[in-house]
């Protein structure tokens, strides 16, 4: 990739080529919950900020005093990393014990309330920079790599990013991710088989927490910078959006959505203020033309391909 980049005289583009991984680790954790496990959640900007903040927040008291007077900063990035996702998956483990009591339309807004409190809270925390948020003014360490260098970015970004989805992978491949999936096809029956339902969707609605909390410390790492905004529910909708535009309930969708949504909000926002409206088109375009996203697209474009040779 940064050799492409260079050869093409644009290498800029590897931030946003690591925005790219770093939305597609919290599409696919959200893909978890909603393509895996039928659970349509708007609240999961919530994690997505929180380990975001955990990483600002770490930092803010770096050589200072401890956190509440019992945890003391850091600027490693094995320590934030961490961290962060042990905090996305408590809020997880907080939220899903309540809405997971509830489905439908309920559970959707009670996880969008949660995230919507989360939101607020940290708008009027002035002691982290309130609305204004937390200047990372010094990336975190990491094996004396330097993270101010795009390329580096990049492969530490890249090297998280296939962790994780490996670490998916196995998720949706184990006997706990086939029940996630039983019990979006019939809940009723895979109870009757002695399987507790609200236990295993809390399993992984804290295990979506995790990747979401990851995702959000990578990205406050990637822009030195992490602030409510990230907690608002128009991210949730950005996340809904690049999951729906990629596949829902395939595994590269998350990628393939994150990486069109993120493409097109860079090229149509350099020609238009109004670049929503025709991102607005594409996605309907896309979803009514393909019913099954970019993924469902690619894999029809290949069977035609394939047909034609072999006739």
């Known amino acids: 990739m940064?050799?492409?980049m260079e050869t093409f005289g644009s290498s800029s583009s590897l931030s946003l080529a690591s925005r790219i991984?770093?939305?597609?680790?919290a599409a696919a954790s959200l893909n978890l919950v909603l393509g895996y496990g039928g659970m349509i959640s708007l609240g999961h900007a919530a994690f997505f900020g929180m380990g975001g903040y955990a990483v600002g927040i770490l930092y803010a008291h770096n050589g200072g005093d401890p956190f509440l007077g019992l945890i003391p900063g850091s600027n490693h990035l094995l320590v934030t990393l961490p961290a962060a996702m042990l905090l996305g998956g408590a809020v997880a483990a907080l939220i899903g014990a309540l809405s997971l009591r509830t489905s439908g339309v309920q559970f959707i807004m009670i996880t969008l309330a949660f995230a919507q409190m989360l939101f607020f809270f940290f708008v009027s925390l002035k002691a982290y920079g309130g609305e204004d948020g937390i200047i990372i003014r010094r990336p975190n360490e990491f094996f004396g790599l330097n993270l101010r260098d795009r390329t580096t970015v990049w492969y530490v970004v890249l090297g998280f990013w296939l962790i994780f989805m490996l670490a998916l992978w196995r998720v949706i491949g184990s006997s706990f991710g086939a029940v996630l999936k039983g019990m979006k096809q019939n809940e009723r029956r895979m109870a009757a088989m002695g399987l507790a339902p609200y236990r295993y969707k809390l399993y992984a609605f804290i295990l979506s927490g995790m990747g979401a909390g990851l995702a959000g410390a990578l990205m406050a790492n990637l822009m030195r910078f992490t602030s409510p905004d990230m907690l608002h529910?128009?991210?949730?909708a950005t996340l809904m959006t690049m999951v729906i535009l990629g596949g829902v309930g395939t595994f590269f969708g998350p990628l393939l959505g994150a990486a069109a949504y993120l493409v097109l909000e860079t090229w149509l926002g350099g020609m238009t203020e109004y670049w929503q409206f025709w991102l607005?088109?594409?996605l309907l375009a896309v979803?009514?033309?393909t019913k099954g996203g970019l993924?469902?697209?690619i894999a029809a474009i290949w069977s035609r391909l394939t047909g034609r040779a072999r006739g």
């Open 2 to 4: 940064p050799w492409l």
């Open 287 to 289: 979803v009514l033309g």
């Open 280 to 282: 607005g088109l594409i």
């Open 233 to 236: 529910w128009t991210k949730s």
């Open 21 to 25: 991984l770093v939305y597609s680790i």
């Open 295 to 297: 993924v469902a697209l």
